[in-house]
């Protein structure tokens, strides 16, 4: 992530500024672009599981999307 919108659902899930996204409910994601798409289809009021790497650790996240 480049950049994370304060009080944004990705800020709320705990997403940082250079967090990178390896999979969106469970999909590999390879670009900004292709992670941008998947969540675009998930439903407002739905939910994205998320894997994560930060800092050399990959860490799953859900975040609630508006």
Do not use: H, Y
Request: charged share 25%; hydrophobic share 40%.
């Amino acid at each position: 992530m480049t950049d994370v919108e304060i009080g944004s659902p990705a800020q709320r899930a705990g997403i940082s500024r250079g967090d990178v996204i390896l999979q969106v409910n469970r999909r590999a994601v390879t670009s900004p672009r292709e992670a941008d798409r998947a969540l675009d289809a998930v439903p407002s009021g739905g939910t994205a599981f998320l894997l994560i790497l930060r800092n050399g650790q990959q860490n799953f996240v859900t975040v609630r999307k508006e």
